[in-house]
């Protein structure tokens, strides 16, 4: 049994983290850090809750420290846990810089320790069925992918760490660095990017609106979010040579964990077929283009969801069974893609991504 400590029980911490880590068979979650409060012991009797980090490190038979403090802690938490010698878990993003997540890494190495970020986005449903689709080469060659992560939140929250301005990034970094994954996942890294990043809101302290183009040699993804969707874009719209993708809706896990606080079973991460996307080809030996045919369509039956194989990856690279579910390294390029987001929003040009690491970093994978 991997004993893990939880440091922080805000939204991430209780919605995401603590339920998941209870979930998998192999992990037990023994301590929360809450500095004012005992939330966490009622929800999970047993556990020990701790004033600190540096009081939780002193139980030497925690392997796994799970950060998921607000943004500003990250590094500092992870430094400390990773110090101590243990395995990490970062919610994201892991830091304000890619020049951070090296250093972090370097510790993590040195000691030969996991660095592993949370980007729990890559077991959304919807993101796993495209995968499949484009595994099976559904649309044809991909030229287009627009991919999109909108809400309606008119008002600045700014009583809310998220949205007060001591972590400026905003939108960009918190929904951003799951869209950019997603990308790097399905295409790798682009040659280019250009963005427009802005505050639209009134009174906004923090970034609320974004559009990054991802340039490849033959293909374009735009990724983009914003507060002010009171009718949301399709998540996704993929345009292929052999047809298109659209699924509207997001993946249920996070509402169902508001709800509930525990991985409720049956069918855990499904979506009602009602929710599924939609594909649209031409007909088998009938080619529509210019003659007047008409294209098929019908649902695309979607890849269930499940965060909890982030966590059983955990596991199993802890006892040395396999690689991390997501590598520290992944972190560090989308911090670098997104650095190169805001040069191109100041310089209002194309940036060309140089990803020929400086020699201290050639090291990562």
Not at 50 to 66: A, C, N, R
Request: hydrophobic fraction near 40%.
């Amino acid at each position: 049994m991997i004993r893990a400590g939880l440091v922080g029980y805000g939204l991430a911490g209780k919605v995401f983290h603590a339920p998941l880590i209870t979930a998998v068979e192999g992990l037990e979650l023994a301590a929360v850090v809450e500095r004012k409060s005992r939330n966490a012991e009622a929800a999970y009797p047993g556990i020990t809750t701790y004033p600190s980090l540096e009081d939780m490190l002193g139980d030497p038979t925690l392997e796994l420290i799970v950060v998921a403090t607000p943004d500003n802690f990250h590094v500092a938490h992870a430094k400390e846990a990773l110090q101590a010698g243990r395995h990490v878990i970062v919610d994201k993003p892991v830091a304000g810089t890619a020049r951070e997540i090296a250093d972090l890494m370097a510790r993590a190495v040195e000691i030969d320790r996991h660095l592993i970020p949370f980007h729990n986005r890559r077991w959304d449903s919807d993101f796993r069925t495209l995968q499949k689709l484009l595994l099976e080469e559904k649309l044809g060659r991909v030229v287009y992918l627009e991919s999109t992560f909108d809400r309606w939140r008119p008002h600045p929250r700014l009583t809310k760490w998220q949205e007060d301005g001591s972590t400026p990034g905003g939108v960009l970094t918190n929904l951003g660095t799951h869209l950019v994954d997603q990308a790097l996942v399905l295409f790798g890294p682009p040659e280019a990017i250009s963005a427009d990043i802005t505050s639209e809101r009134d009174g906004a302290a923090a970034i609320d609106s974004f559009t990054l183009r991802l340039h490849y040699p033959r293909q374009t993804v735009n990724l983009a979010s914003n507060y002010l969707a009171a009718l949301p874009r399709p998540r996704y719209t993929v345009r292929g040579t052999q047809g298109n993708f659209v699924k509207w809706g997001l993946d249920p896990q996070e509402e169902r964990l508001k709800e509930t606080g525990r991985v409720v079973e049956p069918n855990w991460g499904l979506e009602p077929p009602a929710s599924w996307g939609t594909l649209a080809m031409e007909p088998k030996g009938e080619p529509v283009g210019d003659t007047g045919g008409s294209m098929v369509t019908h649902p695309a039956k979607p890849v269930p969801g499940d965060y909890r194989l982030y966590y059983a990856g955990v596991r199993d690279a802890i006892l040395g069974k396999s690689q991390p579910p997501i590598q520290a390294a992944d972190a560090w390029r989308v911090a670098q893609l997104l650095e190169w987001a805001i040069e191109s929003n100041t310089q209002r040009k194309e940036i060309p991504c140089n990803w020929n690491l400086e020699p201290s970093l050639n090291w990562l994978p």
